[in-house]
């Protein structure tokens, strides 16, 4: 990818990003994504969205995931306690070109298999496997009905077969059993304390300490109930509309609810642990991060199909391997420009224009 002659400043970017953000958590922020090219990749969806956006696209508008990198696909509980593999982050959700999310899909699977130590062959060959699993899926969706679309799941089990040795499959099981005990419940021991007879949060400022007085009624009628009861009518888990107002509006889902709070800010409330898993990309072989890949393509088409005209975009990938070729290179040439970015960022924080800080 050549960048734009006009191309904007990545420091420069994320400083306007960060004029709406808590300006103490902002050096945290930098101090993650400086830590290698993947960590800046994951924090600077802002950076490439500017980047896709100074470019041609195809006009075919989905609800996208806005930050479909691998490490936001995973496992997490279905509404009816079922064990699941999909897109579990929308915070950068927002209707726009559906090939905007695979391409940054394609991306972090280039940046991720760089930073594995991968061949250059073996890492366009996984780009190649996302993209090309993301058209297979589009195409047999779009002969699908609507209710059969909006059904479809993928279940954690059919991640077994993926497992290529008797090892890595022995990896896969414990991490859905690690999974199915990652639930609420179990996070009150670790991230609660009784104070005064009274169970409360543990704080642990700045990343986590009291947002001060917020209507936390959950009866009928509240801000949350009523968040709640409209996005539970949407077809669209994790993309649903609500009545809150704010950036609340574009995240809350079928099982989180919004309110709005001090301060003119809005909250949105969810379940925490509920079950979740995630690959670990930065121990993938060749062989594993292929299939991941595949894995995250397809669950990415099912979500585009839900929410997008998937007839037309399957019309539009067709039945060659055009598409593909044509993201793959895209990011091998993205991933190039991320590693600048991340050395752009290191160079801002040597000379003092960004600080950074660990996390204490």
Known sequence: MDPAVDRHDPVAVLERQGRDRLPELLPIRYGRMAASPSAFLRGAAAVMAADLASRAHTGLTVQLCGDAHLLNFGLYASPERALLFDLNDFDETFPGPFEWDVQRLAASVAVAGRANGHSEDKVRRATLEAAAAYRTAMRRLARRGELAVCYER????????????????????????????????????KLTEVIDGRRRIIQDPPLLQPAGACDRSRRPGSPYWRSICRAGRTFIPGIGSSQVSGCCRRRVTSSW??????????????????????????????????????????????????????????????GA??????????????????????????????????RAAPES
């Open 154 to 189: 993928i279940e954690a089990e059919q991640l077994l077969p993926l497992a290529r040795s008797a090892r890595r499959r022995r990896d896969v099981e414990y991490s859905l059993t690690r999974a199915r005990r990652r639930t609420s419940l179990q996070a009150v021991g």
């Open 321 to 354: 391997d055009t598409f593909e070729q044509a993201v793959a290179d895209f990011a091998l040439a993205y991933a190039d420009q991320t590693a600048a970015d991340h050395a752009t960022l290191g160079a801002a924080i040597a000379a003092g224009v960004v």
């Open 257 to 318: 609810g919004g309110c709005p709070g001090p301060g003119g800010r809005a909250f949105y409330w969810r379940q925490l642990r509920d079950m979740k898993g995630s690959a670990d990309v930065a121990g993938m072989s060749p062989a594993d991060l292929l299939a991941y890949a595949r894995l995250c393509g397809t669950a990415l088409a099912r979500a585009h199909a839900r929410s997008g005209d998937r007839i037309a975009i399957a019309a539009y990938l067709g």
